[in-house]
């Protein structure tokens, strides 16, 4: 689709650390139920999600900070296709840090949502999903309006813009986990 871009990470192995990251950090009690703006409601949104900045220091130091790599090179690929958001003079950065969210077998992201849906996330331009694990049956995101699913391939990072033309939400996947790590790029200053 036009506006939202794949892009294929170099080091697809580093999906399994990033997994194993977030099941340790599980284990030491930083995961949580999904929230969305409807707060916690499994009917809308059936996750379990852990900062990026939760994980372990060991996958931190060296995962985190290749995935942040892969990410920022994506972005500026997505900004040579879209000059605008570099010449227009605004900033963009990270505000909020990105998050791994887990799909038991049956579970999505089922609302119909955009991201910056909210006086304060209005500030998102962009936003950004890497699938950390295939799905053979489902577990794809489906863009509405453009009526476009975007399939769960390991190591592969859409990015889209972040308003209300983009809205989508999850397939779930009925008999596979999904892992994604979900994040924004949003105005940080002149």
Known sequence: MQWIK??????PALCERLINGFKTARELGFAHEGVSAKGVDKAWKDSE?????????EVYTEAVRAYREHVMASVRLYMAEFPVLTTSGAKIGYLEP???QHYEP??????????????DISHRV?????YLN?????GGTEFIYQEHICKP???????????????HRGI??????????????SYVGS
């Open 6 to 11: 794949s892009y294929k990470m170099d080091q």
């Open 49 to 57: 999600d852990v900062s990026l900045n939760c994980l372990p220091i």
């Open 98 to 100: 990105p998050q791994i």
């Open 106 to 119: 049956g579970g999505a992201f089922f609302g119909e949502h955009y991201e910056s849906s909210g006086l």
């Open 126 to 130: 962009l936003a950004f999903m890497t």
């Open 134 to 138: 295939n799905v053979k049956q489902g």
């Open 153 to 167: 391939i390991k190591g592969v990072t859409n990015i889209w813009p972040a308003g209300f033309t983009h809205t």
């Open 172 to 185: 779930p996947a009925p008999k596979e986990h999904k892992y994604i790590i979900t994040g924004w790029l």
